[in-house]
């Protein structure tokens, strides 16, 4: 992991003080409301439906055990509910007891969010941040935002080159950039380095994908203008390869491009997507001309030099680790294959939850944060406490969120496989289901968030209630389900196999199914928005869509077929007939009284 120096320490720490004066001030009337928000947005905190929201920054997604502590301790001491005045609440949106408290929510940009913290205590929580490097800055506000990257960067076996060193130095480049601070709305990077887009960079404002030109040399492919939202678009390549070392120089083009000319006069049409697509290549020649002068008038002054990319990259070593070279291969194929064959769940957790390695000694293990009875992404305070005692016995003391909103363990000795899980499954963290229906990706949803127009827990709960059965979900197979509770797309819902809109109508709360979507991955192919297959559902009748959808699968695949490869040869024709009988079969049915 990134060490931060003496001067990011400090930076962190300054930040922090800075945020308790900016707070005193506006607890004593002597900042406004309106004063105040700007800058408690730069710093995270977010208010939300009952009560403020916390965005903590994970820089591509990388987080220590130390980390990990501080974090249960806030959810523990801090993110209380009870402290908060939950007697307005919206009707038919939220029921206030049910909702979790002390915990944390892993979203899908690889930050971690609270949801119940008083603002009068959010500056004692700032500087518990600071102690483990941690903060919320560019967690909001239309600036750049949180780089993300694959949560396997560095250990896939598909990589062409580690991407967690250009995204430390991009991170630093873009923190509290002068001249990006305020933007036309906020900017969000995706980097990779492998085969495999895991990183979903063709989603992003602008995606960065390390390849190797027919020289050898090392450089990037660059997409602008990805995004979700009200509009979804794939990025367009406006550079095939871009030397590493001009990566920053082109990036402030882009920037300084999108900052000149993107609107400002309509929020919904500020996003860089929109530009793009209305300028096509006229903006990519407006880069073009950015970096000419960068480069030539200016002397590039953020070419990044191989001294700086060595000292970077010295902090993402891997760790030492005590392995058994010689024997290991023979050993350990023997151990795992004997453990598998005796415990079927043990074998189906190696299949799904754990993934090769770059070191043949090592595999990458998911902890799951998907199970009956929590909210996707939800971790309790004992749960990351758990979590970063698994991350030091078994991973040199680290751990990756996860898109997909799972805590990784990147460093696992082969031999150690047996002893994780069995540590795994009695903290409720080793559920075998990584990849499939269930490790659904949800937004909170209605319940928290004032954008939303519907629930999205009470949908993801209510399918992960009706897929308990592993053998049902491993016959199924690979499929991405998604859901959001609003247009603006955080449960990312266009790129699911099967995505989940919530929308109102009259104040109630209806379901936009979507078919066909992709991030990009091997499973799914290119990027690609799901396909709106009829008019939204009521929720009484979402899980009876999703079966319907599931049980057409099963007639119309044929053998090795997954649900993105059948729907891809059949068309989206009998699903649509399935979902809409759900509509004529609920109607017929008599209300119970």
Known sequence: MYQYTDFDRQLVHQRAAQYRDQLERRL???????????????????VQRFAPMLRVAVPYGEVSSQQLRVLARIAREFDHKEDHDTTHAVAGLAEIGTLPDRCAHFTTRQNLQF??????????????????????????????????????????VDEVADPR??????RQWSTLHPEFAFLPRKFKIAITGAREDRAATAWHDLGLRLLRNVDGDLGFQVRVGGGMGRTPIIGSVIREFLPWHQVLNYLEAVVRAYNRFGRRDNKYKARIKILVKAEGQAFTDQVEVEYRAIVEQDGAPHTITQAELDRVSASFVPPALNCDRKSADAKIAHILKAAAEDDLEFGRWLT??????????????TLSFKRLGSAPGDATADQL????????QFSAGEARVTHEQNLLLPWVRCDQLPELWREARRLSLAKPNIGLLTDMIACPGGDFCDLANARSLPIAQALIARYQDLDELHDLGEIDLHISGCINSCGHHHSGHIGILGVDKDGQEWYQVTLGGSDGTRLSGEAVPGKVIGPSFAAAEVA????????????????HETFTTTLQRVGLDP??????SVRVVTARTPAVV
């Open 115 to 156: 949801n119940w913290i008083p603002l009068q205590r959010s500056a004692d929580v700032m500087d518990l941040l600071a102690t483990v490097d941690m903060h919320g800055i560019q967690t909001s506000g239309n600036c750049i935002r949180n780089i993300t990257s694959d949560a396997l960067a560095g250990i896939a």
């Open 165 to 170: 060193p250009f995204a430390e130095i991009l």
């Open 385 to 392: 406490d758990r979590a970063a005692d698994l991350a030091e």
């Open 352 to 365: 799904q939850n754990v993934k090769p390695h770059q070191n043949p000694d090592l595999r990458a293990v």
């Open 575 to 580: 699903f649509k007939q399935a979902a809409n």
């Open 544 to 559: 009876d869509v999703v079966e319907a959808l599931l049980d057409t699968y099963r007639l119309q695949r044929t053998e």
């Open 28 to 46: 004593d009337g002597r900042l406004l409301e309106d004063e105040f928000k700007p800058l408690r947005l730069q710093n995270g905190w977010y």
